[in-house]
């Protein structure tokens, strides 16, 4: 396929629903080839159908991210396969129910630390030791605007994407050097099976996130995509580091 990033070769976690499905069917159309990592098999499928069925070129890798070997075949079967791994996008990650600090379950907190920043620290582990091989490439994680700010309610996911943003800042500066970038997205509501999740558990969220937003609506996938695409182009060879907030005006407030 022709486009900005015909050649490329993408990796995208998470890639079975939501953001990760929709950034990676925007990756393909824009000629890359994309290597779906994804821990539900039926979504990662489905989003490798709709690659080929839009006439892109993907792959699925059934990946766990919080487990090491697992992220290490993920990145080898990408560069066995296309030669290089040009751009990594770490986007898997869950929520949690929404409750206060104390009422919080250790086993809960393991949980959101485990998939949250393990996962992206061990994907990024891989990912950056392939591209210093290779010569360089770009890595762009998905924090949240609960990385930004604290979150009520959330506090355990508010750390976990802290954390994320921490780690994008260190690997951006230890790497600089080596022609390899890494930032952050920092999605406000973004309409996927997560936020409907969040909705069906508490109807009453559905007016209130209107209102979080200055712009009185919350985001789509598409638009997170067109974000972490920018990140990864030649387009920001200056940026670095960033943790980009893509969230209607939230975190102007
Ligand atoms: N939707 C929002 O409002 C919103 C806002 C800010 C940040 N985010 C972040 O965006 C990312 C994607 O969220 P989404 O809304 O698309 O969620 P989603 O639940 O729709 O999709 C997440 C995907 O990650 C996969 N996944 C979960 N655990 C995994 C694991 N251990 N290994 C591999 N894959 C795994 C899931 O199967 C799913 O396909 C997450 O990191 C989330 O925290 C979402």
Same mark, same amino acid.
């Given at each position: 396929?022709?486009?900005?990033?015909?050649?490329?070769?993408?990796?995208?976690?998470?890639?079975?629903?939501?953001?990760?499905?929709?950034?990676?069917?925007?990756?393909?159309?824009?000629?890359? $080839?994309?290597?779906?990592?994804?821990?539900a098999?039926?979504?990662?499928?489905?989003?490798?159908?709709?690659?080929?069925?839009?006439?892109?070129?993907?792959?699925?890798?059934?990946?766990?991210?919080?487990?090491?070997?697992?992220?290490?075949?993920? !990145?080898?079967?990408?560069?066995?396969?296309?030669?290089?791994?040009?751009?990594?996008?770490?986007?898997?990650?869950?929520?949690?129910?929404?409750?206060?600090?104390?009422?919080?379950?250790? #086993?809960?907190?393991?949980?959101?630390?485990?998939?949250?920043?393990k996962?992206?620290?061990?994907?990024?582990?891989?990912?950056?030791?392939?591209?210093?091989?290779q010569?360089?490439? #770009?890595? !762009?994680?998905?924090? #949240?605007?609960?990385?930004?700010n604290?979150?009520? $309610?959330?506090?355990?996911?508010?750390?976990?994407?802290?954390?994320?943003?921490?780690?994008?800042?260190?690997?951006?500066?230890?790497?600089?050097? $080596?022609?390899?970038?890494?930032?952050?997205?920092?999605?406000?509501?973004?309409?996927?099976?997560?936020?409907?999740?969040?909705?069906?558990?508490?109807?009453?969220?559905?007016?209130?996130?209107?209102?979080?937003?200055?712009?009185?609506?919350?985001?789509?996938?598409?638009?997170?995509a067109?974000?972490?695409?920018?990140? #990864?182009?030649?387009?920001?060879?200056? !940026?670095?580091?960033?943790?980009?907030? !893509?969230?209607?005006?939230?975190?102007?407030?």
């Amino acid at each position: 396929m022709s486009g900005e990033f015909a050649g490329k070769v993408v990796l995208v976690t998470g890639g079975g629903g939501g953001i990760g499905r929709g950034t990676a069917l925007a990756f393909a159309k824009a000629g890359a $080839k994309v290597a779906i990592a994804e821990i539900a098999e039926a979504g990662g499928n489905k989003t490798m159908e709709m690659i080929g069925r839009a006439g892109g070129n993907a792959m699925f890798i059934k990946t766990d991210v919080t487990d090491a070997k697992a992220v290490e075949a993920m !990145v080898a079967k990408t560069v066995q396969t296309w030669g290089h791994l040009d751009i990594a996008f770490n986007n898997a990650g869950i929520e949690e129910e929404h409750m206060r600090l104390a009422d919080c379950p250790e #086993s809960t907190f393991d949980r959101v630390i485990g998939i949250n920043v393990k996962g992206v620290w061990l994907c990024m582990k891989y990912e950056l030791a392939q591209m210093l091989k290779q010569g360089g490439g #770009s890595i !762009v994680n998905t924090a #949240s605007i609960a990385g930004l700010n604290g979150a009520a $309610k959330m506090a355990a996911y508010s750390a976990s994407k802290h954390a994320v943003i921490g780690l994008t800042k260190s690997a951006a500066i230890e790497y600089a050097r $080596k022609n390899i970038r890494v930032n952050a997205v920092c999605p406000a509501v973004i309409r996927t099976e997560m936020y409907e999740r969040a909705l069906a558990a508490d109807p009453g969220i559905g007016p209130r996130v209107l209102n979080m937003h200055p712009v009185g609506r919350i985001g789509e996938v598409e638009e997170v995509a067109a974000a972490v695409l920018w990140l #990864s182009s030649a387009g920001a060879s200056f !940026v670095t580091g960033f943790p980009l907030a !893509v969230d209607g005006g939230t975190t102007a407030l």
